[in-house]
C-alpha cells in the first residue's frame, strides 16, 4: 500500500482505537510516518493507555484491526517500553 494511504488507515484505526477509554495516546511511528513515497506492508502504533493494555489485549486488536485494513498492525504499549517522543 502507498504510504499516503497508509496514514489515511492509520487515521481510521487511530479513531477506531480511542473510543476505548483507556487510550490516551495514539503515535504513528515506521515508514508509513516517515516516507512520502513508497509502499509500505505495516503500521507500527504506540498506544498509551491507562489502565495499560495487556499483551494479549494488543495482540488480539492487531490481529482485529490490522486483518480488516490490509496491513499487519504492530501496536506498541508506551507504558511498557522506554520511549522519548520528541518534536511530536
Known sequence: MKAADARM????LAEKLATDPRVCLIHLFGLAAEREEGEVQDLDLAI???????????L???????GSSGLSLILVPLERVPIVLDAL
Open 9 to 12: 488507515v492509520a487515521r481510521g
Open 60 to 66: 488480539e486488536l492487531g490481529a482485529r484491526l490490522g
Open 48 to 58: 498509551g493507555s491507562t489502565p495499560a493494555f495487556s499483551m494479549d489485549e494488543l
